[in-house]
């Protein structure tokens, strides 16, 4: 079956450096996506990988290995409106996405 | 502003009654989706529309109906025969996958509460 893996939740601290791990098994694969979701709002998209090696995007970069079936998503500088759950979420071999539970990301001062 | 537009934000439903549930684009993108969220749980697709006129169901489409009449437009709709409708709603919209990223647009959501 399909299915996506992500912990339920991590804690770090404010101007520390987080990382946010995924592993995926998907029926084929066409590309692996990060959302960031505050509490009681919308996704929003945050990267999107389909090529293996990392993406940045100022604070925020993630990694994929298609081989291994896993991505990361790393936070740097954390701030406090990090805190927030982040959604990992693989796109199969017919475009239909596969969703994780979501990572809860408490960041304390 | 381009975007995705739900209503009602929150919505108490008694049981037995039917409820609908807006979402309007103005992103001019073909395709939307309707997704449910419960706690703990991954997003979980209930209709997709790739084009007017046109809808798929999703993995959990049961109790659950859409229409797609305008480009615009996809209002879902909750039945009285879905068993347990209390959850987030989001809909979402996209270029067609395949062609771009797949990258999807949410509207801000619905939270649905049955009494």
């Known amino acids: 079956g399909q299915n996506i893996d992500q912990p339920t939740e991590m804690t770090a601290t404010e101007g520390a450096i987080v990382q946010i791990n995924c592993t995926y098994q998907t029926s084929g694969f066409n590309g692996l996506f990060w959302y960031q979701q505050h509490a009681g709002e919308a996704p929003t998209f945050l990267s999107y990988?389909?090529l293996d090696g990392l993406e940045e995007k100022g604070r925020f970069s993630s990694f994929l290995s298609r081989s291994k079936g896993y991505s990361y998503l790393l936070l740097k500088e954390l701030q406090m409106k990090d805190s927030a759950s982040y959604l990992c979420a693989a796109m199969d071999s017919n475009y239909q996405l596969i969703w994780g539970a979501g990572t809860k990301l408490i960041i304390k001062p | 502003d381009g975007g995705i537009t739900q209503s009602p934000k929150y919505l108490f439903r008694k049981e037995g009654q039917n409820v609908t549930l807006s979402c309007e684009q103005n992103?001019?993108?073909?395709?939307m989706y309707w997704y449910r969220q419960d706690p703990g749980q991954g997003l979980r697709l209930i209709y997709y529309?790739?084009?007017?006129?046109?809808?798929q169901k999703g993995d959990i489409a049961e109790g659950y109906s859409v229409s797609r009449e305008k480009k615009e437009s996809f209002p879902l709709t909750v039945t009285s025969a879905q068993k347990n409708p209390t959850a987030f709603y989001l809909c979402?919209?996209?270029?067609?996958?395949?062609?771009?990223?797949?990258?999807?647009?949410f509207g801000e959501g619905s939270r649905l509460t049955v009494l």
């Open positions: 992103l001019n993108h073909d395709a």
């Open positions: 979402a919209s996209s270029i067609p996958r395949g062609v771009g990223t797949g990258e999807l647009f």
């Open positions: 990988n389909v």
């Open positions: 529309s790739q084009i007017v006129n046109d809808f």
